[in-house]
T-cell receptor, first 112, second 110 residues
């Protein structure tokens, strides 16, 4: 158990809908990262937040957005969902610096 | 965009044998990670390598980094069945973006 929690574990929804994925980092970690893992695209970095501020952006679609709240939990919002958005979404957290990222268990999203 | 090439994609090895997984990346990086992923599970951090010549070892796994060659290796010594998993390398750039290799699916055969 990494100490990073993600909810929900599974999500099934329809095209065009909007969903919110939630992540709670390890105690004391200020950085939160979001990743997408799919069969066709592999593992992709989406976005990083540090202490409430966006720090880096990766291959995040405009239909997707994220935020980190004052209590350091983070939410990833996915809107206008398409079939191709079906994937595993991981959140990771890390302490300050260039150290280890600890991954949560993931949210498996299925868009029908 | 930083490209990460990992090989081999699939590796089947006998117990007790040694092998190396390679991770090449295309541009300057300031950190390199190795992760393990078991089927249906999340990623487990194995190593973080931050500087040229860095070498880290944990059990039967040893990782090294050559920033001049833009190459990292994950060496497996005397493989055991428990090491069967998919191994990913990931490279971070100075802009705090991260790029993953395609993964190496390792199967250790008794």
């Amino acid at each position: 158990d990494s100490g990073v929690t993600q909810t929900p574990k599974h999500l099934i929804t329809a095209t065009g809908q909007r969903v919110t994925l939630r992540c709670s980092p390890r105690s004391g970690d200020l950085s939160v990262y979001w990743y997408q893992q799919s069969l066709d695209q592999g593992l992709q970095f989406l976005i990083q937040y540090y202490n409430g501020e966006e720090r880096a952006k990766g291959n995040i679609l405009e239909r997707f957005s994220a935020q980190q709240f004052p209590d350091l939990h983070s939410e990833l919002n996915l809107s206008s969902l398409e079939l191709g958005d079906s994937a595993l979404y991981f959140c990771a957290s890390s302490p300050p610096g260039r150290g280890t990222q600890y991954f949560g268990p993931g949210t498996r999203l299925l868009v029908l | 965009e930083l490209k990460v090439e990992q090989n081999p994609l699939f590796l089947s090895m006998q117990e007790g044998k040694n092998y190396t997984i390679y991770c090449n990346y295309s541009t300057t990086s300031d950190r390199l990670y190795w992760y393990r992923q078991d089927p249906g599970k999340s990623l487990e951090s194995l190593f973080v390598l931050l500087s040229n010549g860095a070498v880290k070892q944990e059990g039967r796994l040893m990782a090294s980094l050559d920033t001049k060659a833009r190459l990292s290796t994950l060496h497996i010594t005397a493989a055991v069945h428990d090491l069967s998993a998919t191994y990913f390398c990931a490279v971070g750039n100075t802009g705090n973006q991260f790029y993953f290799g395609t993964g190496t699916s390792l199967t250790v055969i008794p």
